[in-house]
């Protein structure tokens, strides 16, 4: 996994933002999907059912703490702005109910 640190370096300094080696953005995407797959594949290959079990606990305390925090911050900054309360409760959900950057969603 060491060199994922050097495949993004490479991959934002040659792509059509920097120095654009590549201009084609949708080549960039594509190109950028497979490496994701290819990494959660590998990641699921080295992945043990056992460690699963054994950490199982600690994950579902994580994720349900990731989740309460990320919309009671959405909803107290919300509200601190005048905004309604749905509208708060849904901004602070949505970044704590994924780990998929929005730029990737059809929200």
């Known amino acids: 996994m060491v060199p994922i640190g050097g ?20 080549a960039v995407q594509a190109t ?40 009671g911050t959405g909803l107290g900054l919300t509200l601190a702005l005048g905004g309604q309360w749905r509208d708060g409760l849904f901004t602070g959900f949505r970044p704590g109910s994924s780990d998929v950057p929005s730029s990737h969603s059809n929200v």
Request: net charge negative.
């Open 32 to 71: 950028a999907d497979i490496g994701v797959i290819l990494l959660l594949f590998t990641i699921g290959i080295e992945f043990s059912l056992e460690r699963l079990a054994r950490v199982w606990t600690w994950i579902a305390v994580a994720g349900g703490l990731q989740l309460v925090l990320a919309s």
């Open 7 to 26: 495949f993004l370096v490479a991959g934002v300094l040659i792509g059509p933002a920097q120095l654009g080696v590549v201009d084609s953005s949708g």
